[in-house]
T-cell receptor
Framework: GEDVEQSLFLSVREGDSSVINCTYT??????LYWYKQEPGAGLQLLTY?????DMKQDQRLTVLLNKKDKHLSLRIADTQTGDSAIYFC???????????FGGGTRVLVKP | DAGVTQSPTHLIKTRGQQVTLRCSPK?????VSWYQQALGQGPQFIFQ???????QRGNFPDRFSGHQFPNYSSELNVNALLLGDSALYLC??????????????FGNGTRLTVT
């Protein structure tokens, strides 16, 4: 099974906020990432956060990190139909620049 | 500024055959990692190349091998293909070998189908 856990599916109305959650297992993880994958495409890096931060904001994206609970979330403000995709969280463990991914959350934005 | 490019985009092979996939890293990057993404799953790390050597390896058999060239481009080779090798193979580039925190930039992948 995956070391990084994500819910499978999220449905949201256009204009609302989306929140995608992720739990990870390695407390020594130093960086945590969010990637977006559209159908038939590779992974697009959205944002990442260093483990000594609690929050990072980048335009419509807000990342929250709770190290105590090993919980990571991605909030997308004013969700648009173009945000429909699969979102992966990933942890970068201390040894080497190797990412461990969750199984992905499919986000469907309804007009 | 060219991103990560992979070729071919799609490939169909028969069980037992061998396949070579190719990757050119993002301009300025010197490290290439390969990931396998089975349908409906997250990517799984295969291995990482830096300075023309394999630096890290995931839980994949020896049938999976690779190479990095002096211009930083890379190849992934899979021998004795199995049906279970059918997947999207993603190449990612970064800077500085195993430097933690250098973001990985991914290509669009090669879709391999084994029949």
């Amino acid at each position: 099974g995956e070391d990084v856990e994500q819910s499978l599916f999220l449905s949201v109305r256009e204009g609302d906020s989306s929140v995608i959650n992720c739990t990870y297992t390695d407390s020594s993880s130093t960086y945590l990432y969010w990637y977006k994958q559209e159908p038939g495409a590779g992974l697009q890096l959205l944002t990442y956060i260093f483990s000594n931060m609690d929050m990072k904001q980048d335009q419509r994206l807000t990342v929250l990190l709770n190290k105590k609970d090993k919980h990571l979330s991605l909030r997308i403000a004013d969700t648009q139909t173009g945000d429909s995709a699969i979102y992966f969280c990933a942890e970068n463990r201390a040894a080497g620049n190797k990412l461990t991914f969750g199984g992905g959350t499919r986000v469907l934005v309804k007009p | 500024d060219a991103g990560v490019t992979q070729s071919p985009t799609h490939l169909i092979k028969t069980r037992g055959q061998q396949v070579t996939l190719r990757c050119s890293p993002k301009s300025g990057h010197d490290t290439v990692s390969w990931y396998q993404q089975a349908l409906g799953q997250g990517p799984q790390f295969i291995f990482q190349y830096y300075e023309e050597e394999e630096r890290q390896r995931g839980n994949f058999p020896d049938r999976f091998s690779g190479h990095q060239f002096p211009n930083y481009s890379s190849e992934l080779n899979v021998n004795a293909l199995l049906l279970g090798d059918s997947a999207l193979y993603l190449c990612a580039s970064s800077l500085g070998g195993g430097t933690v925190g250098s973001p990985l930039h991914f290509g669009n992948g090669t879709r391999l189908t084994v029949t």
